[in-house]
């Protein structure tokens, strides 16, 4: 098989694959029936991952760990907000936030940590203080310094939801495979970023990781989970392509340095233009490593 019909039979399969987002849609004999799949389309379906191929460590000639910001506000990062509101939309559509949150309560995803390098980690308990306050209103206070018990609708329960994840923190490795002869990117780790719970109707409430997930551990996980596809609705994209395709904007905020790991604020202090321009000096100098291997 040469490389023209390798290629046409890999795309065959990607469509194939993303065709059954709406499953038995146009066959349904009722609402119930849309989604499932037919006998055939279960015992053909392989819908897992693409693994991630061995790396030898005496293959990587280069490499660069980059820690990255995804501003969910910025219009081609919306499939990884949206949506925020699921009352009256179907349960195969969620955000990105939703689904890790699920599946950390439902124990599919084993671990969270609470910071980028995984040296700790933390429980669902841990995260009650972080995602949610409870508190009690004045004339809850009243009913109980009158020494009378405190009515339920005076105690106000404030819980962080899909719609205030305002960004995504991600951890990321560059490296030169000089086995392949090509700059390739493993993501590494994730975390939604939302206001302090404490200080959350504050008009610039410090914002804050509320966990980090080891990615690898999370791929089939959100393998399985779509995005809306805007322009084929027909072929939703998943969460686990969407990330490792990088189909997303980012600034990188950090890289591994001598100084600590230091961050790019940290060195550039009160001025977003130059930590922006600094950001995308540590792009361009990964992308010119790779030009740089090649002479003509």
């Given at each position: ?194 206001p302090d719970v404490n200080f959350l109707n504050d008009d610039e ?92």
């Amino acid at each position: 098989m040469n490389l023209k019909n390798l290629l046409l039979t890999v795309f065959s399969l990607f469509v194939t694959m993303f065709s059954f987002g709406q499953a038995n849609i146009l066959n349904a004999g009722s609402p119930e029936d849309i989604g499932k799949k037919t006998i055939e389309q279960i015992q053909l379906d392989n819908d897992l991952p693409l693994e991630y191929g061995y790396v030898d460590e005496r293959d990587v000639l280069w490499a660069k760990t980059t820690w990255e910001t995804i501003d969910l506000d910025e219009r081609i990062n919306f499939p990884l907000y949206y949506p925020i509101d699921t009352v009256n939309i179907g349960s195969d559509r969620r955000a990105l936030y939703d689904i890790l949150l699920a599946n950390v309560k439902n124990g599919k995803i084993k671990k969270i940590y609470a910071d980028s390098y995984f040296t700790e980690t933390r429980t669902l308990s841990d995260l009650d203080g972080t995602l949610s306050k409870i508190d009690t209103l004045d004339l809850g206070y009243e009913q109980y310094n009158a020494g009378e018990p405190v009515d339920p609708q005076y105690i106000e329960t404030t819980t962080i939801g899909a719609a205030d994840i305002s960004e995504y923190k991600i951890r990321g490795y560059w490296y030169f495979d000089k086995r392949q002869g090509e700059l390739r990117y493993r993501l590494l780790g994730i975390a939604p970023v939302a206001p302090d719970v404490n200080f959350l109707n504050d008009d610039e409430p410090d914002m804050v990781p509320l966990f980090w997930v080891w990615y690898p551990d999370v791929r089939e996980i959100l393998h399985k989970a779509k995005a809306f596809n805007r322009k084929n609705t027909s072929m939703p994209f998943t969460y686990d392509h969407i990330l490792n395709a990088r189909r997303f904007s980012s600034v990188i905020y950090k890289e591994d340095n001598i100084q600590g790991d230091r961050e790019v604020n940290e060195y550039i202090i009160d001025n977003a233009l130059m930590q922006l321009l600094e950001s995308e000096r540590i792009k361009e100098s990964i992308r010119n490593f790779e030009m740089d291997m090649w002479s003509y």
